[in-house]
């Protein structure tokens, strides 16, 4: 069984050090992880989605921002996703923008290679991820966006798995199942 990941939100902390650069922006103060109930940004009491998209864009120049992205797993849970690779059993999907200004395959690709997956597949797309999941025959899909969830579980076979949350609590799919740590993911595997 192929297993597809998500990056960022899965595997990579996007949200604490893109909300810093936020507040950097648009200079209205601490803007705390826990306000962010949707990543669409609709609901949120002091952020409107046009000044987040526009700082979305601004960061998707910037090679730094995703060199520097920290882990949300633990080295573990790195290694068992080395054996995944190793086996030609790991795929990564996702909708990082590619930009003309640097490679942003070469740096996902080496930030996944300092944590330990020595030969990453990894595939971009700005398109809904459940036609990319059909075509590479991945049977269990993992994303933090309830939006990718639903996509790839109603037009899929997959298996969907989505990490809880604060921004995805709300959600619920009958064929999405929640999980809290990857060991939840990795006992499904095995």
């Not at 190793?86 to 930009?99: I, P």
């Not at 490679?103 to 036609?131: C, M, N, Y």
């Amino acid at each position: 069984m192929i297993v597809g990941l998500d990056i960022d939100g899965v595997v990579a902390d996007f949200l604490s050090p893109f909300l810093r650069f936020v507040e950097k922006k648009i200079d209205n103060g601490p803007i705390a992880i826990e306000s962010i109930t949707d990543l669409s940004f609709k609901e949120h009491p002091h952020l409107t989605e046009k000044a987040v998209w526009g700082c979305m864009e601004e960061v998707s120049y910037d090679p730094a921002f995703w060199r520097d992205l920290r882990s949300l797993i633990s080295p573990k849970e790195w290694q068992e996703l080395e054996q995944l690779s190793s086996q030609g059993k790991l795929v990564f999907l996702t909708h990082r923008y590619e930009r003309d200004t640097y490679s942003i395959h070469q740096v996902t690709g080496d930030w996944l290679k300092l944590h330990g997956i020595s030969k990453p597949i990894v595939h971009f797309t700005q398109e809904p991820k459940a036609r990319l999941v059909q075509d590479l025959g991945v049977g269990l899909f993992v994303d933090d966006r309830h939006e990718n969830c639903q996509d790839v579980a109603e037009n899929t076979q997959a298996r969907v798995f989505m990490p809880h949350r604060l921004y995805n609590q709300s959600f619920t799919h009958p064929r999405v199942k929640r999980i809290r740590n990857f060991n939840e993911l990795f006992n499904y595997v095995r």
